[in-house]
């Protein structure tokens, strides 16, 4: 008997693949990462069953027969409450995971600016490279915040140190407006 549960339905994929080239391990292995997908073991991967997911399923099924190989899709439901309870505890760990190392990526950034502000380093170059970077963040954070679907305890953290990070980066441009309009020394 199953759970039904939204939480418990899985969509689970055995992927088999030939061996060589490698290319094709690695461009499905990098697709189910990207797509949040939760490894568990040698070719087999599960996420939940929520449409945020099923793009992500749908390339690497594609990626997996262009390169010769066998996917197979399975629904799945766990057949005790404990283990729909394991299969959410292990996803949810894969998310803290990610969500750790986006907040050490905020720490990065802001360390970043705090150095081009010690070095007055104030370009209009070099701002807009921060720029590049915050956005990158901000991609980063929508896309784990969708594949985030069982509420990872780093997500709201990670909410606000984006809100700190964009706010330094809006100190920083400030700074750079203020050295690119200065008038030159000894010249009004």
């Given at each position: 008997m199953s759970n039904a549960d939204p939480g418990s339905r899985w969509v689970v994929l055995v992927i088999k693949l030939p061996a060589e080239p490698s290319r094709?391990?690695?461009?499905v292995w990098r697709e189910l990462r990207k797509a949040g997908a939760l490894s568990l073991g040698q070719g087999i991967w599960a996420v939940p069953d929520v449409p945020v997911f099923a793009?992500?399923?749908?390339?690497?099924?594609?990626l997996t027969e262009q390169a010769g190989g066998q996917a197979v899709t399975l629904n799945a439901a766990?057949?005790?409450?404990?283990d729909a309870s394991r299969f959410q505890a292990l996803?949810?760990?894969?998310?803290?995971?990610?969500?750790?190392?986006?907040?050490?990526?905020c720490g990065k950034f802001e360390q970043e600016l705090a150095k081009e502000i010690r070095t007055a380093k104030f370009t209009l170059?070099?701002?807009?490279?921060e720029e590049q970077s915050?956005?990158?963040?901000?991609?980063?954070?929508?896309?784990?915040?969708a594949r985030d679907v069982?509420?990872?305890?780093?997500?709201?953290?990670?909410?606000?140190r984006l809100k700190e990070c964009?706010?330094?980066?809006?100190?920083?441009?400030?700074?750079?407006?203020?050295?690119?309009h200065q008038a030159p020394e000894g010249r009004q």
């Open positions: 094709h391990r690695v461009a793009d992500g399923i749908t390339r690497a099924v594609t766990g057949r005790r409450v404990q996803f949810t760990a894969a998310r803290s995971e990610d969500w750790q190392e986006f907040l050490a990526d170059a070099e701002l807009e490279e915050l956005e990158r963040l901000r991609r980063w954070h929508r896309d784990l915040t069982f509420g990872a305890p780093e997500a709201a953290e990670a909410g606000r964009a706010a330094a980066c809006e100190d920083y441009a400030e700074r750079v407006f203020t050295a690119l």
